[in-house]
């Protein structure tokens, strides 16, 4: 079993930037890849960053050169820094993990960003 708790989000206006963090109870080593998705009420849920293993990164074309998405293996998290918010950037940020081996994922219970124009 994989937790993952998610903290960072909250309002800021157009422009401004908020780092949003995943604490992830088992060992980083185990899990192939993080990701972080958004969701608005009445929509999909769409990929935001990718990041596996190996480092490699992926990001949704709508937040690219805005968005970075990172690990930090020694404190067991990762990160989704976001910069140049856009009132489009509004939703509620989940963070996703895929248990290497298994393929199994796991979902953080998300964080509210709300950006205001």
């Known amino acids: 079993q994989v937790q993952l708790l998610e903290s960072g989000g909250g309002v800021v206006e157009a422009g401004g930037s908020l780092r949003l963090s995943c604490l992830v109870s088992?060992?980083?080593?185990?899990?192939?890849?993080f990701g972080w998705y958004r969701q608005d009420p009445g929509k999909q849920r769409e990929m935001v960053a990718l990041?596996?293993?190996?480092?490699?990164?992926d990001y949704a074309d709508s937040v690219k050169d805005r968005f970075t998405i990172s690990r930090d293996d020694l404190k067991n998290t990762v990160y989704l820094q976001m910069n140049s918010l856009k009132p489009e950037d509004t939703a509620v940020y989940y963070c996703?993990?895929?248990?290497?081996?298994?393929?199994?994922?796991?979902w953080g219970q998300g964080t509210q960003v709300t950006v205001s124009s």
């Open positions: 990041i596996t293993a190996s480092g490699s990164t």
């Open positions: 088992a060992s980083i080593f185990s899990i192939n890849r």
């Open positions: 996703d993990a895929e248990l290497s081996g298994t393929g199994w994922r796991y």
